[in-house]
Nanobody, 120 residues
Framework: QVQLGESGGGLVQAGDSLRLSCAAS?????????MGWVRQAPGKEREFVAS????????YYGDSVKGRFTISREIARYTVYLQMNRLDPDDTAVYYC????????????WGQGTQVTVSS
């Protein structure tokens, strides 16, 4: 069974940068169609942040993070990264890593989440 483990969250000031990592483990083979990040702030619905297609590296971003966040992948390590620059207090949320496995119709593997807090 595939598991996703996030790391890299923390408390930063507005304008700072953070890099989140998400590594897949627990399976001899991991066949992902895409991996991505979703965040949820207190009292708000989950918001799509970014995703990357595993085969060709095509990336997609939510409007609120375009130009500030960059998603990338390291295929050999089954790891996806989220580089977050020019952080804003509105970016404060729990960030979840998710994987869309081949054959699934929606993200079907989720990490436990990592807290990102941006102070003003």
């Amino acid at each position: 069974q595939v598991q996703l483990g996030e790391s890299g969250g923390g408390l930063v000031q507005a304008g700072d940068s953070l890099r989140l990592s998400c590594a897949a483990s627990g399976a001899r083979t991991f066949s992902a169609y895409a991996m991505g990040w979703v965040r949820q702030a207190p009292g708000k619905e989950r918001e799509f942040v970014a995703s990357i297609r595993w085969s060709n590296g095509a990336t997609y971003y939510g409007d609120s993070v375009k130009g500030r966040f960059t998603i990338s992948r390291e295929i050999a390590r089954y790891t996806v990264y989220l580089q977050m620059n020019r952080l804003d207090p509105d970016d404060t949320a729990v960030y979840y890593c998710a994987a869309l496995q081949v054959g699934a119709t929606s993200y079907n593997v989720w990490g436990q989440g990592t807290q990102v807090t941006v102070s003003s």
